[in-house]
């Protein structure tokens, strides 16, 4: 019998996406204005497919504009590169994200280099990964960022929490590291090298899986009363052909000890794309100098 909060992603993705829609009203009926992202996919991967097209959904939704290219997987590395480099200069682009993963041939370090910083709103080029890291003003990758929406709507004050984060990856553990630093939590990065990680995740009054290990961290090893985070998106075979999505974390088992937890699917997946859309909307105001609006 599951006793922990179940935290609500689909409403709160929800919430902040209406809240989005109407700043971005608002800052056209000011400023006349339509902030802009656009969405690079190279190749044909069914599950990139479906994450830009519902990218480009959610973008028209909130009233900005959506532009999308759809490259072939043979395109050329210097290709993209000069897409990224025309998306750089036009002034009616306020966001470029090139999906990922790209094909093999292409140097995925080279292209989110070649991003102009300002219109980074994956967050994960190097200036923007050190000016989170150094506590400036940055635009931070979406996963980790919806994260801690969720953490945050599940107490009152993550100050003074020990944080664990199973994963150290630069798209989602280490940024989560940092936004959770800068929340006073003290925190601990596992990986795959860590001893004794139910010790570890034991300690935790915070936990944010991010492994990609259907249900890896145990129900068990879940301290009473911690806010359980988790990011991971497995799909595991139930039989009869059928599948089903999993998180990183024995949800039910997790569940009797946490005092809040996100299930999965509905839990981090949908602030994804929000949080990309708020990212956007802030991209777009700093390149104006224009005051974020609250959202
Ligand atoms: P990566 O594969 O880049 O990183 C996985 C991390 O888990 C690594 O740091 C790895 O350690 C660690 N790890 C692997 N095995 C173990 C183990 N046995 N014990 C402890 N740590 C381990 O994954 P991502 O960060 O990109 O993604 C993680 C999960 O989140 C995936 O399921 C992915 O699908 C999901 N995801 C969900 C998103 C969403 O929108 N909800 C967005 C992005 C990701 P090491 O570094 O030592 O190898």
Redesign the pocket.
């Known amino acids: 019998m599951a006793t922990a909060h179940i935290i609500d992603g689909k409403a709160t993705a929800e919430q902040l996406r209406v809240g989005i829609a109407k700043a971005v009203a608002s800052l056209a009926a000011e400023h006349g204005f339509m902030p802009g992202l656009a969405v690079v996919l190279v190749g044909e991967d069914p599950a990139s497919q479906v994450y830009v097209r519902s990218k480009g959904k959610q973008t028209a939704e909130a009233g900005m504009a959506s532009f999308e290219h759809k490259l072939p997987a043979c395109t050329g590395e210097a290709e993209l590169l000069a897409l990224v480099d025309k998306l750089n200069r036009d002034p009616a682009v306020d966001g470029i994200l090139v999906q990922l993963p790209l094909p093999k041939h292409i140097d995925c370090k080279k292209v989110i280099e070649a991003i102009d910083p300002a219109k980074d709103v994956d967050g994960f080029h190097p200036l923007n990964a050190g000016r989170l890291a150094t506590g400036e003003r940055a635009l931070v990758p ?2 980790p960022a ?1 994260c801690l929406i969720l953490a945050k709507s599940a107490a009152t004050s993550l100050a003074g929490m020990n944080a664990v984060i ?4 630069n ?3 280490k940024p989560m590291a940092q936004l959770l630093l800068g929340q006073d939590c003290t925190v601990t990065i ?5 001893r004794d ?1 139910p010790a570890v995740v034991g300690g935790a009054d915070l936990v944010v899986a ?4 259907a249900e ?1 961290i145990k129900g068990a090893w879940i301290k009473p009363g911690a806010i359980v985070i988790d ?4 799909r595991v075979e139930v039989g009869g052909g059928k599948s089903r999505l999993v998180g ?1 974390v024995e949800y039910a088992a997790a569940a009797e000890r946490a005092s809040a937890i996100t299930p999965v699917p509905g839990g ?2 949908p ?2 794309i929000a949080c990309l859309l708020r990212n956007t909307l802030e991209a777009a105001c700093a390149r104006r100098g224009i005051a974020m609006p609250e959202v």
């Open positions: 979406c996963t919806g199973v994963g150290r990856s798209i989602v553990g596992a990986h795959s090298r860590t990680l991010a492994v990609g290990r890896m990011v991971g998106i497995n990183d981090v997946g602030m994804t």
